[in-house]
DNA sequence: GTGAAAGCGCTAACAC
DNA sequence: GTGTTAGCGCTTTCAC
């Protein structure tokens, strides 16, 4: 009790001293096993995340779980999966066995699943994806306030003919930056499509070749804007390739906003961040928060996507 | 004794069907809190990291570790820190308090450290660094053998002289591939001096900068092993602004084989890997082994670097 | 203001 | 082959 500062003022001050200073003499550190054992809280989240510790920028959103955890005293358990679900069934009660008291479930990037059977009773937050009901508290990117963000830039520059580079896989990231950027250039009366290309993989080969279709058509863009960096890279590839300098003869903006890329290309890129640190941060107080308030209503949250400015758009 | 397939031939075959179908109905799970507290073993690993979840490559080094622990029926307990000492400490204690079984001390890159006196009496592997004095069991990699790994590369092009691009950064990983490229080019008696480079920043715009200096020399070098793939990225672009095209007029090789980098310039960079998720695995089963062992001497490890062959090495 | 004891869910030693 | 019990290190209730 003195240790604790538990009790109130049954323990003595005078006592409660001697108590502590036999305790700093020893060495004494509790077992937090054995108060675990009796309380029912071991004072640890579950961290179950899909290829999370393996995927670059992903490792963010642990390092912002992480640090939110630790400030209330908290340790993160990691199981990190190939995003099986049979696998992440398994997770999950790997780490019920050890009676964390509530589960972050990531995904490496934002999609839409379906819980597994398995979380029940346990707390769960969703980080970087959600359920298609929003039955379950969870925090993805506000794509689509990235995305307007990215072309209000081009916007302010008095760019109107915006193209869009992009990958063909289905995921969220894609149909959000899309329809917002299509909504966008469709506002100003433009025709989309003649805007438009995409690759079927969102990588550096797959921006290059896209661009190089738009940028040779009649009446090319006056401004790309990339589904992500490394598609990105891929365009500043194509333009070099065709003579157009960026952004004297075409500025282009991105997202993801990877440190690898945009600062290290030349010009540096202008892109829309994916706010990992913040989601992961925000998912684990979140977390803590309802491991009181075991029956709080669940929450869809959007994180903004901070636009990170440099060299790579210039006036029209 | 059932479950656990402990107490042998204690227990009659048919009487250990029945406990087992009684636990599978009532979907029981052991709890391992009690179990840990009875037994003093949590089956749980300290990871230990100074900004290991935050650096892009590194993160393949929790993995790594993640699997082999996991393989083993462990989980993985996370602190990361900034380095500082005193936090490094205070990591080390939370986790004791939560009765780890073993700790991995991990650096994002390879650096030579002192142990922390809390560690004590707690197994422990160091991943990534080793002590001065080789006390304690350690991974990393082996630098100088993937140095003469892409030298050798080059040598079986014919390239002769060979350039180097580096940090003036004080790091272990600079130390090593710096001096194996000194005693191989000096091996073909040239000045090594004359072929070498250095900014003070490992960054792309270093890369550039050294490049620019070492590919304006009267005898300019036609080949280049840089410190690291962003240095590799800025020699990419200096040699496209002096009009030497890769590998045709330069060929160049590198270190780090970041997957974010190497496979995406053109031409493919042809690097030493460092391998993060192989040095992450073996040292949680080393520890691992030490559990059992706690009085086997210390070891160190030297992980090969394997080379990654790509497009940017061609005949002098 | 303080001492004593029960019990969290397990494992292992001890009976028979 | 099976039933019983002590005890891991804590927290909390009860008694005085």
Redesign the pocket.
């Known amino acids: 009790?003195a240790?604790?500062g538990?009790?109130g003022?049954?323990?003595?001050s005078?006592?409660r001293d001697r108590v502590l200073a036999a305790a700093a003499e020893l060495g004494?550190?509790?077992?937090t096993?054995?108060?675990g054992?009796?309380?029912?809280r071991t004072h640890m989240l579950g961290f179950v995340g899909d290829n999370v510790a393996t995927t670059p920028f992903a490792g963010q959103m642990i390092r912002g779980a992480h640090d939110a955890a630790r400030e209330a005293g908290f340790l993160l358990l990691m199981v990190d999966t190939t995003g099986d679900p049979d696998e992440t069934g398994e997770a999950i009660a790997a780490l019920q066995e050890r009676q964390i008291d509530g589960i972050l479930l990531a995904t490496m990037y934002h999609q839409v699943i379906d819980v597994p059977a398995e979380i029940k009773s346990t707390p769960v937050v969703l980080l970087d994806s959600r359920t298609a009901d929003g039955s379950v508290t969870s925090v993805v990117p506000d794509e689509r306030g990235g995305a307007l963000g990215v072309l209000a830039e081009l916007a302010a520059a008095g760019h109107r003919r915006i193209g869009h580079v992009t990958t063909a896989e289905d995921v969220e990231a894609r149909h959000i930056r899309l329809t917002t950027w299509r909504e966008h250039v469709t506002a100003y009366g433009l025709d989309a499509d003649e805007l438009f290309a995409e690759s079927p993989e969102g990588r550096t080969h797959g921006g290059y070749d896209a661009a190089m279709r738009l940028l040779r058509r009649p009446e090319r863009p006056t401004a790309i804007f990339c589904f992500n960096d490394r598609m990105a890279m891929g365009v500043y590839r194509a333009a070099a390739e065709l003579g157009l300098s960026i952004p004297g003869d075409l500025s282009v903006v991105s997202y993801d906003d990877q440190e690898l890329i945009a600062p290290e290309l030349a010009p540096g890129l202008t892109s829309a961040a994916l706010p990992h640190y913040e989601m992961g941060s925000w998912a684990a107080k979140e977390l803590l928060r309802r491991l009181d308030e075991p029956d709080a209503e669940p929450v869809q949250h959007l994180m903004p996507c901070p636009i990170a400015r440099r060299d790579s758009v210039a006036p029209a």
Do not use: K
Not at 28 to 31: E, H, K, L, S
């Open positions: 009790m240790l604790n538990t009790g003022n049954r323990i003595g005078e006592t004494y550190r509790p077992n096993v054995a108060r054992l009796r309380t029912r």
